[in-house]
């Protein structure tokens, strides 16, 4: 396959993909229904379902936009040969291959970043704020997103460094060494992500001692389940939004939950939702997830190495002979298809571990306050309670409340 091929299949990628995500968002917005489902009655009150109903089609006209530019963006620095251009500017200023490819990849990141930064900025202090959500200010926006931005960089570059070095090293078989480390690291993460990220961005600190401490423990104790570590984000520093979730592995095993949550829920919905999440740990989804993810990565890796060296993906992005950095952005982008169809199962595959952590808590008399608690959740975030078929399918991790809301009842039965 010649490089102007590939050239040709990058563009019908990124016009497909873009067309895809349009198309799917505007079945959802259509799917919209002006009248609830019967048993979705009474959730929202009519003046809450307008003010839902804006929220999201407010949200989706704005996602239009700023997809459109990102999309713009690319395929013109594609069509105007930027990316031969930049990497030849690269080139001629060190012949590493090590440095090359991090200072190519270093600069996409940071122009990526400051160009969706107006969109982030715009996304919480307009959208987010005139619907109640917004509680961050501009100083911890703005922290944040050095933060974020800074351990990105030093995160993805350590392991780009070490993803290069095993390619000079071993040649085609860098994808095996590549995949063990990004296999540990990701292991490791998963065990101390609460433990080493989340304090750089919030403050988390113990469940005090009390009734709810109390019916929590009495419920992991109940379902046998090992529980020393109840923590309390500081989730309103951000946002009203609510949620709990369940991280860690082994010794390092927490529940957090947002303190939001404890505003908004009762005591008896609160257990009933860390009674899905215990579900989820009994059910060993979260070690399954993972190694299913392990899996994706080898194998993406593996592919990876079979073209990265070939000319024609350089070829194709302006250059004259083949690149680590060109054929890995080469690849990302013609990858996407299978990243999005592998997404899409891995979406199917979650939906029923949830239905499952649903059951659990269910089966240990928690259906009924779970109902609950999943309502008040529902209404704290605008979610959208009838979603198209086909968008819920594509990108729903979770199924939508009413189906949730029906695998429940079936089973309290």
Not at 99 to 113: A, E, I, N
Not at 252 to 257: F, G
Not at 329 to 355: D, H, Q
Not at 372 to 386: A, E, H, M, P, R
Request: contains cysteine; aromatic residues 16%; glycine residues 6%.
């Amino acid at each position: 396959m010649n490089s102007e091929t590939i050239y040709i299949i990058i563009l019908l990628f990124l016009c497909a993909d873009f067309i895809f995500e349009r198309f799917l968002e505007g079945l959802n917005i259509r799917a919209m229904s002006p009248v609830l489902p019967e048993k979705l009655k009474g959730i929202y009150d009519e003046k809450e379902y307008k003010r839902f109903q804006s929220y999201k089609k407010e949200n989706n006209r704005f996602g239009l936009i700023s997809s459109a530019f990102s999309f713009t963006v690319t395929v013109l620095f594609l069509a105007a040969g930027g990316f031969g251009l930049y990497n030849d500017w690269i080139v001629s200023r060190t012949d590493s291959i090590l440095w090359q490819t991090l200072f190519f990849m270093l600069g996409l990141s940071v122009v990526s970043t400051l160009l969706e930064m107006p969109f982030s900025w715009y996304a919480t202090f307009r959208i987010e704020e005139k619907y109640g959500f917004n509680k961050s200010t501009l100083n911890t926006w703005i922290t944040d997103a050095v933060k974020g931005v800074f351990l990105s960089l030093i995160i993805g570059g350590l392991i780009l460094s070490a993803v290069v070095g095993f390619y000079l090293w071993t040649g085609s078989r860098f994808w095996i060494y590549a995949w063990v480390l990004i296999s540990l690291f990701s292991i490791f993460m998963a065990m101390f992500y609460s433990r080493l990220i989340v304090p750089l961005f919030n403050k988390q600190s113990p469940l005090q001692a009390g009734s709810l401490r109390d019916k929590i423990e009495a419920f992991a104790s109940r379902t046998g389940f090992r529980l020393k570590n109840i923590y309390v984000i500081d989730g309103s520093k951000r946002s009203t939004k609510a949620n709990a979730y369940f991280t860690g592995l082994g010794a390092e095993k927490r529940i957090v939950l947002y303190d939001t949550l404890l505003q908004d829920l009762t005591e008896e919905e609160i257990v009933a939702v860390l009674a899905h999440e215990i579900g989820h740990y009994r059910k060993k989804h979260t070690l399954k997830f993972m190694s299913a993810s392990i899996l994706q990565t080898g194998f993406m890796l593996w592919l990876f190495s079979l073209l990265v060296n070939i000319q024609a993906f350089s070829e194709a992005l302006g250059s004259d002979r083949a690149y680590f950095q060109l054929g890995l952005v080469t690849f990302a982008i013609l990858y996407s298809p299978v990243s999005m169809l592998l997404g899409i199962c891995m979406n199917i595959w979650s939906r029923k571990n949830e239905y499952e952590a649903d059951a659990f808590a269910t089966r240990h008399n928690e259906g009924e306050a779970l109902v609950s608690g999943l309502k008040k959740i529902s209404v704290k975030s605008l979610s959208n309670l009838t979603p198209h078929p086909w968008y819920e399918f594509v990108y729903y991790s979770h199924p939508s409340l009413l189906k949730r809301i029906k695998a429940i009842e079936r089973t309290d039965r």
